[in-house]
């Protein structure tokens, strides 16, 4: 009886025919045109006006509607290709790195601990985004300068005679401060996805003899996957735009891609600034195509709507 | 951007940096009524917002508005932002004639509308048509701008770390290899290396305020070359930022501006403002009367009005009390006859800015130059420091 109720409520429509049945389906409709109407003016257009500006050529001090390649052109044997291709390392290593520490912690918050715990402590991971980028960083050159608490207290420890300049303005300190503003974010999709696999297959691999690093190489990692990438697409965005960060923590014009295109609108070469914009949207793009042809994104998403549930 | 990518003066509060973000969507609405000028400011001419005594003499209310003073911020806030249609006058650091003029977007001034223009001396000693320091004012015989501060810039140190400095030369002196800092801006510290280099006689550098690709490029050299002996700790991009490594003694010798000095004097540091013998690198703000569209004849009176009431001596001497530049001749005068607007230790400040300051101008040095010829050179040629 349960049964055939639980079927007839699956057989029923969605909504009722009639006029209300007409507003609903059209209602939805609208609904969903807003996100996609918002996505279009606040994203597509100005993007696709940026590709369109990066053909424009320079006429004086403005420029007019053309098409040239002569922005592109001149970044052929510029430092500015340098900047890009050093942008693009940096990225991938504060990435990588983000990823070993927030995988760590996202396995041990689905794994280890109670979910109350566990909310309480994805909670606190999100206490970083209320402080203001540009005060988290100015902080960390309080602590990490040479008169700086961290050196002081390593001076009187007697671990090192004199202060450690490497410690600020260093290839480490834009590490850092890239890990320490975006691997929060990549908790999240981590915990999701490792919390949404089924316990009873690391069961039956502990059942067959597995020992527990190889459950993890071939069950809970293979399984989290779509999590790993969803948050080593978010670090690598984050981290591929940040232009705060090189000039607050890098020391001597440690520069990345966000901030020689600014450099590049101070003398109003907006081309130039487009087509460097193009070049990193393309990157972008090239990603999140590789994130769709290889992972299913429905898997990803469905577990999350999962796990609101 | 970054707001963040601030250049000259924006960053003299770091309050500033912000409302100059904002500033480029929020642009003032024209006030309804004729009786406002609307002024862009890049947060050096703000008397404290008591604007009473030229409203009292014109029946005008003064509209600030913070902006940024980075090239393209600046015609960024008139060209794209509509500000052509909404500011009166902008003030800001002089020597963007040819962009602003070349854009027509600033009108020609009629120096014969304002009665103090010819009390004040600077005009003829320094910034008049002949001079160096006409770049900051005048375009192709012109007048464009009405010079509103004045001041010469250098480096400061840290005497109990150094001693006495006098030279540019400490800037890449090896004895404070990691110890220096200079600022992210090719036409303050590209112009002090450009100087050091000419008169030490390192590189051949006909103008230093307007060098070719060969000079800029051997300046660049030169820069990348220090960098790579690690001679530099840092380049600073906003005001505090340079106070914080002078206050934190990070650095022992920074490129920096005069007030910097102040800040960390007013915390108690023992800091130096350098007086080098190559001389000063020296600038002017120019406050420029834009094309307005919108602007009727009388509007265009009262803006010329307060362009004159920033050329008197109250304005000058609050402003130079206010920011630690010289404005005009009458300012120390003025301070010392009105003791009831300013006492005795804020007159006795002004006279003593002003002479310092003056004494730079004597001694000479070279010309800030906002706009050179080769700026995209400039431009790029940074970036490779930068990235080196």
Known sequence: MLALEHRQQIAKPPFSVGWRGFWQAWGRRVLLCLPLIFVGIFLVVPLGLTVMISFWERAGLKFRPAFSLASYVSLIGGARL???????????????????????????????????????VLVLFTVPFLINYIVRNVSYTVLLGRTGVVNTALVAAGVTDAPLDWLLYSDFAVLLGLVSAYMPFMIFPLFLSIGAIDRQYIEASALLGASPFTTFRTITLPLSLPGVFAAALFGFVGCLGESAVPIILGGVGYELIGNTITSSMDVLNYPLAAALSSIVILLMLLLMLGWYLVFDMRSFLGRILEWRA | MNP?????????????????????????????????????????????????????????????????????????????????????????????????????????????????????????????????????????????????????????????KTGQLDSYAALFDPKWKGYVALEDNYTTAGQKTALYLKKAGLAKIANPDDMTKEEFKAVTDFLIDQKKKGQFRVIWNSFEQAVNLITSKEVYVIDCWEPMVFVAKSKGMDVVYADPKEGYLLWAMAAYLVKNPNRTAEQTDAAYKLLDFMLGGWYGAKITNLRGYMTNPQAATYAKDNPAEFPADEAKRVAEITANVRRKFEQGGTWQNRWPTEVEFYESEWSRFKAA
């Open chain 1, 82 to 120: 340098d900047v890009l291709q050093r942008s693009l390392i940096v990225a991938l290593e504060a990435t990588a790195l983000s990823l070993v520490i927030a995988y760590a912690i996202a396995y041990f918050l689905a794994r280890k601990v109670e979910p109350a715990t566990a909310r309480i």
């Open chain 2, 4 to 160: 963040w990518n601030v250049n000259r003066r924006d960053a003299l509060r770091l309050a500033l940096s912000v409302s100059a973000a904002a500033g480029l969507g929020v642009a003032p609405r024209r006030a309804a009524a004729a009786g406002t000028i609307n002024f862009a400011d890049i947060g050096v001419g703000d008397p404290g917002g008591d604007w009473s005594k030229f409203k009292a003499a014109s029946g005008y209310d003064v509209n600030l508005v913070s902006i940024g003073n980075a090239p393209s911020a600046v015609l960024n806030v008139l060209v794209a932002s509509g500000g052509q249609g909404t500011y009166d006058v902008i003030n800001i650091v002089g020597g963007m004639q040819k962009p602003l003029v070349d854009n027509d977007l600033v009108e020609k001034i009629d120096t014969a509308r304002m009665p103090n223009w010819a009390k004040d001396t600077y005009v003829q000693e320094f910034l008049g048509n002949g001079k160096p320091g006409f770049q900051f004012i005048g375009y192709k015989d012109e007048i464009y701008g009405v010079p509103t501060v004045l001041q010469g810039d250098s480096f400061a140190y840290l005497p109990e």
